[in-house]
């Protein structure tokens, strides 16, 4: 009796778009999903600050939206306080615009993992950014 319980509410709360077990909603998810579709017909594409973003991918198992930049310069690792502090930067700019659909989908359950590559594909450093981070 309780698992057909537990049943009939994961597939009302599924059906009804709500989080199960911290997933975000099926709705944000397709979202995603085409946002990520859409973004690889423009691929590549000049991000500003010598940076190319040459792919971009979704991770349906982490729900995560995953972008590849490259550095069209040469570039040395970052220390550990410039990545922190080019993480901080992106959470300002996210929350500066709290309408964005960038925003919704973190806040949602969505994270974004932006992986930093050399001009020769070597890696160099990531940032994720999550919903707790949003707070």
Do not use: C, W
């Amino acid at each position: 009796m309780n698992k057909f319980i537990i049943s009939l509410i994961t597939a009302f709360a599924l059906g009804a778009g709500v989080p199960v077990f911290g997933a975000p909603p099926l709705s944000v998810i397709q979202k995603a999903k085409e946002q990520v579709e859409a973004a690889r017909y423009q691929l590549p594409v000049q991000a500003g600050y010598g940076l190319t973003l040459t792919q971009v991918s979704y991770d349906s198992q982490t729900y995560t939206i995953v972008y590849r930049y490259h550095y069209n310069m040469y570039v040395e690792k970052p220390t550990p306080e410039a990545i922190k502090e080019a993480k901080l930067g992106i959470v300002h700019m996210m929350k500066a615009n709290p309408n964005s659909e960038d925003y919704q989908f973190v806040k949602s359950g969505i994270s974004f993992h932006y992986n930093y590559y050399t001009e020769n594909g070597q890696f160099l450093y990531a940032i994720k950014i999550i919903s707790a981070d949003l707070k």
